[in-house]
């Protein structure tokens, strides 16, 4: 039957001439047989393909799955790294606190030190002005009573005082501009320590260690400069023309 395909009409009808019913269901065995073969081959290649498929299914969800304890693993372990490094921190920042009050408890303490001994006999380096032994820690109030400031070491007499400010280092022009504030104010508000507003107020920088510029420019503004030579405070040579300024 196949061969009659393409035929004219004619060329059709005598072929047909020479087909029997035999031949013509021959022919369709033949073509049912060969049918039966292409449906048993796909459906064996179909079954194939849904073995293959369902294999790929079956890692790709085992791969899942593995990924997923994988991931909760790394979480877990994260999620303990966080934590630890959280515990270190905050232990680090304890130590830095710690050692920060024992370092401001160091520097309180040796500033103390520093003031006692600059403070010993200290009226007497200062000749020719008749001050008397020194008072610490003099407070400054305004007219209402509020607190604006405090002198390290006041020596005063009759119609003289000295405001005296101590560093344990005196090496930043911003401590000598400090006190030329608190001349001001010294000035302005005088403490019960100084008594009468006409007496004479003169002021100096101390220091246990003291930087050449500062002591310069503590000179420049008319400062007395001090600092410690062994236990006790000596007067640093002024220079040349050097007049003490009075408030």
């Not at 047909?16 to 081959?41: C, H, I, N, P």
């Not at 400054?140 to 405001?163: F, H, K, P, Q």
């Not at 930043?172 to 007496?199: A, S």
Request: charge should be negative; aromatic fraction near 8%; include cysteine.
């Amino acid at each position: 039957m196949a061969t009659m395909i393409g035929m004219t009409a004619e060329q059709a009808a005598e072929a047909g001439k020479s087909l029997t019913f035999e031949k013509v269901w021959a022919a369709m065995d033949r073509y049912s047989e060969e049918a039966d073969k292409r449906f048993q081959e796909l459906e064996r290649v179909m079954k194939e393909n849904d073995r293959i498929l369902t294999e790929r299914f079956k890692e790709t969800d085992r791969v899942i799955k593995e990924v997923g304890e994988q991931q909760k693993e790394t979480d877990r372990v994260l999620t303990e790294r966080f934590k630890e490094t959280d515990r270190v921190i905050k232990e680090i920042g304890k130590r830095i606190d710690q050692l920060s009050k024992n370092i401001g408890g160091l520097n309180n303490s040796m500033g103390t030190l520093i003031e006692t001994l600059i403070s010993a006999r200290l009226w007497e380096k200062f000749k020719g002005y008749g001050l008397k032994e020194a008072d610490r820690h003099v407070y400054i109030y305004d007219e209402t009573g509020r607190y604006v400031s405090e002198i390290d070491i006041l020596l005063s007499n009759t119609d003289c005082a000295m405001a005296i400010e101590v560093k344990t280092h005196l090496n930043k022009t911003e401590d000598v501009d400090g006190h030329l504030k608190r001349m001001e104010l010294i000035r302005r508000y005088p403490p019960i320590e100084i008594g009468l507003n006409n007496k004479r107020l003169m002021g100096a920088m101390a220091g246990g260690v003291v930087d050449s510029k500062t002591m310069e420019y503590a000179y420049k503004c008319g400062f007395f400069v001090l600092e410690l030579a062994g236990d006790l405070a000596r007067i640093v040579e002024p220079p040349a023309g050097f007049k003490p300024k009075e408030w």
